[in-house]
């Protein structure tokens, strides 16, 4: 297991899956064990993936300084992460709300990415995040299920504030409520560190102006792919065409039938689209 040092002191490390072009991931959660992505649905037999385990989960060491969780201070250990492979430039991916710091390192270091895949992610320091109602919407599309009676109300109380998170309501989250599915969500609570993960966005607001974000990101001349899924609320494919408008060389990509997670849906598709984007003009 392939390990380096942040500029701050803490041992991360990371996790080497398959042969081909590097391409760096960042995991989402916020703040879940890089092995819930796979080999990101077969991905793998075509790009050598670096996963990083951000610090404090997987076999990353946690941080001395709770506050270095936040996001916008994660972009530091991106950067070494890159330093330590020896990359001039990396295509970059994020998962969820990873794709909310391989935006952020995208604003600081342009010049480092070659291209960047956002997938199922809503851009949180830019002022986007799915609404309830964005959640609701898509849940809908659902009826047909037949967890969905149990598990509509639940959702919708959650979303108001009125309940906590109930399992009953997780398969929302996938297009396909099947055994991989229900082990891939079985999986999550010991994968994610709770404590990062309620840090991670944690005062974004105030900490980094979405105005100055935005004109940041016009400095970015690499291609930027941003794949929702059909059946994801957060973000919703509306939601993912308007987090496009921020960048300048932006194509949104809609996989039918899939939620949150598009590798585990429909593997085959997504790794057909990751390819022909990653491939693209090479």
Not at 63 to 71: E, F, I, M
Not at 152 to 158: D, F, I
């Amino acid at each position: 297991m392939p390990t380096f040092t942040a500029p701050d002191g803490t041992d991360l490390a990371h996790h080497v899956r398959g042969d081909g072009e590097p391409l760096v991931v960042i995991p989402g959660g916020p703040m879940r064990a890089s092995a819930y992505l796979g080999d990101l649905g077969g991905l793998g037999a075509h790009r050598r993936l670096h996963l990083l385990d951000l610090r404090g989960t997987g076999d990353s060491a946690p941080a001395a300084d709770p506050g270095s969780y936040r996001c916008d201070r994660l972009v530091d250990d991106v950067e070494a992460f890159r330093e330590h492979l020896g990359l001039e430039r990396m295509d970059l991916l994020g998962h969820s709300a990873g794709g909310s710091l391989a935006a952020l390192y995208a604003t600081r270091h342009p010049e480092r990415v070659s291209r960047l895949a956002l997938i199922t992610t809503a851009v949180r320091p830019l002022g986007l995040r799915a609404t309830p109602e964005d959640r609701l919407a898509a849940a809908r599309l659902r009826e047909s299920e037949p967890w969905f009676d149990k598990a509509y109300p639940k959702l919708r109380a959650w979303l108001a504030g009125d309940a906590e998170y109930d399992d009953d309501f997780t398969p929302f989250f996938y297009g396909r409520w099947d055994t991989a599915a229900q082990a891939h969500a079985a999986a999550e609570l010991e994968q994610t560190n709770e404590e990062a993960c309620d840090l991670y966005y944690d005062g974004i607001e105030t900490a980094v102006d979405p105005a100055a974000l935005r004109a940041a990101l016009t400095r970015l001349t690499a291609p930027v792919l941003l794949l929702a899924g059909g059946l994801d609320g957060g973000p919703s494919p509306e939601l993912a065409r308007r987090t496009a408008e921020a960048f300048p060389h932006a194509t949104v990509a809609v996989q039918p039938g899939v939620g949150h997670y598009p590798w585990l849906d429909d593997p085959e598709a997504f790794t057909a689209r990751l390819r022909a984007f990653l491939d693209d003009g090479r």
